[in-house]
């Protein structure tokens, strides 16, 4: 049996390469993203920093659901990320390797069944499989008339 979920997302440009993230639907308070220096203004997380952060956060939440699974408590869970970006044959730049350690408080010894969900809590992270097989995007630009100028509408 096949869930499928939707959730949408709206970016409004604030200044420059600013811009403003709606979680549509929701009570989330907005974000604001932007492009480092000398691009943007460093107000906010650009968009490399939310993929990272997305794929550690995911990681380290779908670690926390696995501990408690199996009646672990632990204390505070510690996750640092480190990417890498690299130019590809174009000369653009693109986020080539992420690599997240998470931290756990307690000894490997203290917790129960740590074997067992060690080697399975990525599975079931959304973002950090979805990343690793590709995920499909389509794009379309329309104009102040509603006017496909470029896409799968077009």
């Known amino acids: 049996m096949s869930e499928v979920q939707e959730f949408s997302l709206t970016l409004t440009q604030e200044h420059d390469y600013a811009f403003r993230v709606a979680f549509d639907d929701t009570s989330i308070p907005a974000l ?44 505070t869970i510690v996750a640092r990320a480190q990417a890498r970006l690299e130019r590809n044959e174009q000369g653009r730049l693109r986020v080539t390797h992420v690599g997240v350690t998470i931290e756990l408080p307690e000894a490997a010894a203290d917790y129960q069944q740590i074997e067992r969900l060690l080697q399975q809590f990525e ?14 995007v389509d794009v379309t630009v329309r104009d102040a008339a509603g006017t496909v100028l470029h896409g799968p509408a077009q």
């Open 123 to 136: 599975n079931f992270c959304i973002v950090t499989e979805s990343v690793r097989h590709g995920v499909a």
């Open 32 to 75: 604001l993203t932007d492009e480092p220096a000398p691009l943007g203004g460093d107000a906010g997380p650009n968009p490399s920093r939310l993929l990272v952060a997305a794929v550690a956060n995911c990681l380290s939440a779908s670690l926390l659901f696995a501990l408690r699974k199996y009646k672990n408590t632990p204390a």
